[in-house]
């Protein structure tokens, strides 16, 4: 049985679709953030102590978009993970690492500050800059999505997992309204799944 250390809203979520789209049996275990460099179990899974790790067996893991490519190698084939020769592969590749490496990633800086930094930090130089980048970057997901219903192609991917969850931090962190519209219609198409909506209920258990 796979175990997922963390749960909704963190990057666990990406974790938890994706297992709830392939329907593999897991349990989720939730991580104290304020705590979790003390949990022993959590840090053998995840040792920088970022949310979300995996357990399965004798496999350890932690970044979220290397256990979604774990979970689709290892447990897969499945249709949201195209194959190698596929057409739509080097589409669904890129927009599944830009979901996290160009989109989420710059966004930690601004969700520190916003939760993390003094009242007058809040809105600093380095959080203000990583929303803007953010903002221009997610131009090149809108004019994908002009060209296809999903960000590699027709049908739905893993890498809309990784791409939705980071639209939903911006949704978060309140700068969602100055993106393309074409991302809030495509986050909400996204919300619509029901793996989406399993994962994302707050004290799930399967
Ligand atoms: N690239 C990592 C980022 C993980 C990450 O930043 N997780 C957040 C929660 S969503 C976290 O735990 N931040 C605190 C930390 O990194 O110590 C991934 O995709 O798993």
Excluded at 143 to 148: E, H
Excluded at 158 to 172: F, K, N, R, T, V
Excluded at 186 to 194: H, N, S, V
Aim: some cysteine; hydrophobic content about 45%.
């Amino acid at each position: 049985m796979i175990t997922v250390y963390g749960a909704p809203p963190t990057r666990a979520l990406r974790v938890l679709w994706m297992l709830e789209e392939m329907g593999l049996p897991y349990q989720a275990r939730p991580v104290d953030f304020a705590n979790r460099h003390q949990d022993a179990e959590f840090m053998a899974a995840s040792p920088t102590g970022a949310i979300p790790g995996i357990k399965d067996g004798d496999v350890a893991m932690m970044e979220s978009v290397a256990i979604m490519e774990y979970l689709g190698a290892r447990y897969g084939p499945t249709p949201i993970v195209p194959e190698p020769r596929d057409a739509d592969f080097p589409l669904y590749q890129q927009f599944l690492h830009f979901g996290e490496a160009g989109l989420a990633a710059p966004l930690n800086v601004a969700l520190g500050s916003r939760f993390f930094a003094p009242e007058a930090e809040k809105s600093n130089w380095g959080a203000t800059f990583a929303v803007q980048m953010v903002t221009r970057r997610s131009k090149a997901l809108a004019d994908q999505l002009d060209r296809s219903a999903y960000a590699a192609g027709e049908r739905f991917t893993a890498a809309d997992i990784s791409c939705g969850y980071a639209l939903g931090l911006a949704e978060a962190l309140g700068f969602a309204d100055d993106l393309d519209p074409a991302l809030g219609d495509y986050l909400a198409r996204l919300r619509e799944r029901p793996a989406f909506q399993k994962a994302s209920q707050p004290n799930i258990a399967a």
